[in-house]
Every structure is written in C-alpha cells, then in structure tokens.
C-alpha cells in the first residue's frame, strides 16, 4: 500500500485529503505544518507527500527541498491558494512534481496523485505514454474517432482504390497518407508528396508530369516529373482543390488510364502509382459550382477518410502534448519532463482553430521558453485564446449611450461581476485560473469576488 504524507496547517484541508486518500486505498499520515512533516520524514519513508506552499516557520518549499536530500525518490505534489507563477517556477527547480492552485477538483488531485506515483515506476526518458499512442507512425491519439481512422487505414491500406483524405487544415492528413502507404503492399516503394496549391499551373504540370528536353526556355535537359518519382509507390496529392481546370482534366486521364504524357513530349508513359488525395475545402460544393470536375471527383473519392478536428477530440491534447514535449526537449536538449496540470486545463479549454499543427507550435514555443523542467501556463502563448475569451463578450462598437444618460459606476459594476462569475463557471470555480483568465492577480481577483459578495474571507 502506498503511503502519502499530508501536510496544511488549515485543519479542513489535512481532513478532506485524508478522507479521499484513504478511499482511494492509500496508506495516510497527516502533518499540521512543515515541522512535524520534517520529524515523520526522517523516521519513516512515505512515497508522496502532498503540501501547501504557504506555512508559517517551515514552509512547503522546504519540506520538499529536505525531502528530496532525505529519499529523492519520494514525489511532491505542491497546493496552495496564493502561489504565484515564481514560487511555482522555483518548487519544479527544486524537483516538484506538479502544484495545484487551490480550490482544485477532486477529479483533478486523484489524477495527479495517481500519474505522480506512478512516475515512480518507469522510467521517465522512456515514456510510457508515447510507446502506447504511437498507433501508426507519428499518428498520435486513443479517442474513439481516431481510432475509428486506425481501423480505415487497416481495411484500405491493402487496397489499390484510390483514397480522398478530408479535413481542417492542421489535422495530420498527410500523416495518415503516409500511414496508409506504410501498411501498403508499397511500402517499400516511395511516398512522393505534391503540394497542388503550392506553385503556379504551368509549373505545376511540369514539375508533376516531367518535361522533355527544349519543351519551353530553359528546359536544356530531359527531367523526369513527380509521377515517375512515385514509380512503385503511393503520389500524395496534397490540396487537390486548389487545381485548375486544365491540370484537373490531365490528372483525370492519369488516374483513368495510367498514361500521362511530359510537357514537350508525344510519347505515352506508363504510371505505376497508388492516388492518395487530401483537401480541407468542400469538394462536392466546388463539383456543383462547377470549378472542380464531377468525374474526378469520384475517380479520386473512391474511398474517404475523414479527419476529426482537434477540438472533437480533447481528450487526445494531453497525449499529443506529452509527445510534443519529449519531442522538442530532446530537439533543444532540455529535461522538461511534464506539463502542469493547470496548463493542461488551458490546452483542454482552448478551441484550437489551428488543430494538432497549431497544438505543435505552442508546445515547441513554450519549452524553448520554459526555464523550469515543467510547463507551467506562464509559458503557453494563446493569443487567440485570450482574445477569445475578450472579444466575444464585448464589442465597443455595440454599445450605445442611452439619451436619458446611465450611471456609469453601475454599469461597470454589473459587468465586472458578470465576468467574474463567468470566469469561475468557465474554470468549474478555479479560483487561480479565473484570474489568470480575466488578466488580473490572484489578490486582485480575491478583493473583486469579496467586493461582490462571491467569495470568502478564506479564499
């Protein structure tokens, strides 16, 4: 049974966590403050201990410093109601495991509690997490819709249908191409990706079906085209949309008779290529407008897979957070190990317009930021984030001036309390997350919630 060592000078949070633990299986002790919590320690060895920050005489800082002299395997877990981003800077320096602002979930703690044990038992440089998601390739989640596009590319990967790829950009289409040909009867042909929005038409049909030599100026020698470049394997046609209507009439003929012809040439050469196309637009809308062909579009949508925007599936930001992490951590050669929990929260409350390309970014963004060997929420740049949450509640174009006159003093009371209480609805009563959500300090967010009558004295 694993023992966990409880320490808060406030009597009601020692008792809360002690009830929890016990439930949950846990073997408990309890300490009023760091003193005692000093004395257990170095009579008996615990596997986690659990501490506010903010103690009187000994503080939670050094109870974890001293634990970690006295048995550096024992895992902390920091709480407190007044932390500041520096004091949680300075406990994961010190070799904190996580902190939790008060209030926090009990859902929260459990997980925390459970993911901090268990950090004991593996080794955290070859993480655990990331050997069990990695299901094709770099294809990272284990939500129901991705695993509903794993079981797509098992039954079409086989097949020599043609395959179209749907979805927002930033989804990882390419990454399920890339899957898709990996589990192929090509797959030791090569994999050749072409950008159909990406160059100018007369390019475009050169660098995709070759030219021969004296076909236009500066054409001094016979090349080969992407087509050929693919012999054997899979062509990625990447923004298929974006074709025009010339090339889409070549492309047809090269999917219906595997015959394409080079740019200057007469000759008909023989393709042998897997199709795989992907697009974030809406094709048949496009088909009925009449700027894509209907004929192919149903050569290339033989088979569609459709890929599931990041916000549909949240529950697979923290996995492919972690492998972010550990990926640019070994990039910029830094032991960051984790992402904060409250961090994570923002991650899981943000709408990511961006999808996993966005989600990348900021995780690359914030480790060649962070200075601790944990991500806290200070690291994270989501602009957008912010200034969603501002925004969309008020535009000052909208607000009109009554003729009879308002009081001012009122009206910025009523909105000041709506945005308090929105804020605490919105982080499910993080009181700590609320105020960084409305851009103000902790201290500053307490004074307005008791300005109101919507905290306590405590808080």
């Known amino acids: 049974m694993e023992k966990v060592l409880v320490v808060d000078d406030e009597l009601s949070m020692r008792e809360f966590l002690e009830i929890m633990l016990l439930k949950e299986g846990y073997n408990v002790i309890t300490a009023c403050n760091g003193f ?61 495991y996580d902190y939790l602002p008060k209030p926090f979930r009990i859902d929260e703690i459990k997980k925390v509690i459970r993911e901090a044990l268990d950090s004991r038992k593996h080794d955290r440089d070859e993480s655990k997490v990331t050997k069990d998601i990695l299901h094709f390739g770099l294809l990272v989640g284990e939500s129901p819709q991705m695993y509903k596009v794993y079981e797509m590319i098992k039954k079409v ?130 088909v009925i407008d009449g700027s894509f062909r209907e004929d192919l579009f149903y050569r290339l949508n033989v088979i569609n897979i459709r890929i599931p925007p990041l916000r549909d599936r949240t529950g697979d930001i923290p996995l492919l957070a972690q492998y972010f992490l550990e990926k640019y951590s070994r990039l910029f050669g830094k032991e960051i190990k984790k992402i904060s929990t409250y961090a994570l929260d923002i991650l899981k409350d943000y709408n990511f317009p961006g999808n996993v390309r966005e989600l990348e970014n900021i995780i690359e ?54 945005l308090l209480t929105q804020a605490l609805t919105i982080t499910r009563g993080a009181k700590q997350q609320a105020a960084e959500l409305l851009g103000i300090s902790f201290r500053s967010f307490r004074y307005r919630l008791n300005k109101y009558g919507l905290g306590s004295e405590k808080d």
């Open 36 to 96: 005692d919590a000093l004395a257990i320690l170095e009579k008996e060895p615990v596997d986690l201990i659990i501490t506010d920050i903010r103690m009187n005489g000994i503080d939670g800082l050094k109870v974890l410093k001293k634990s970690k002299e006295i048995n550096p395997a024992t895992v902390v877990i920091m709480i407190s109601a007044y932390a500041s981003a520096e004091t949680a800077v300075q406990a994961m320096k010190e070799g904190a």
């Open 157 to 286: 990967a086989s097949t020599p249908s043609n395959i179209l790829l749907t979805g927002e950009s930033g989804t990882g289409k390419e990454l399920v191409a890339r899957a898709i040909h990996r589990e192929s009867n090509r797959k030791d042909g090569p994999f050749v990706a072409v950008n159909c929005g990406g160059m100018p038409e007369s390019l475009m049909e050169s660098e995709l079906f070759g030219y021969k030599k004296g076909a236009f100026t500066g054409a001094t020698s016979t090349k080969p085209g992407l087509v050929e470049a693919a012999k054997g394997g899979t062509l990625f046609l990447d923004e298929i949309g974006e074709l025009s209507t010339p090339l889409q009439v070549k492309l047809l003929r090269l999917i219906q008779e595997k015959t394409y012809k080079m740019v200057g040439g007469t000759e008909d050469i023989k393709a042998d290529v897997r199709f795989i196309s992907a697009t974030n637009q809406d094709l048949e809308s496009k």
């Open 365 to 418: 963004r914030s480790v060649a930021l962070e200075s601790s060997n944990i991500v806290l929420p200070d690291s994270l740049t989501l602009s957008a984030y912010k200034k969603k949450k501002t925004t969309e509640l008020i535009d000052p174009g909208q607000i009109v001036l009554p003729r009879e006159g308002l009081k001012l003093d009122d009206l910025l009371s009523s909105i000041e309390k709506e």
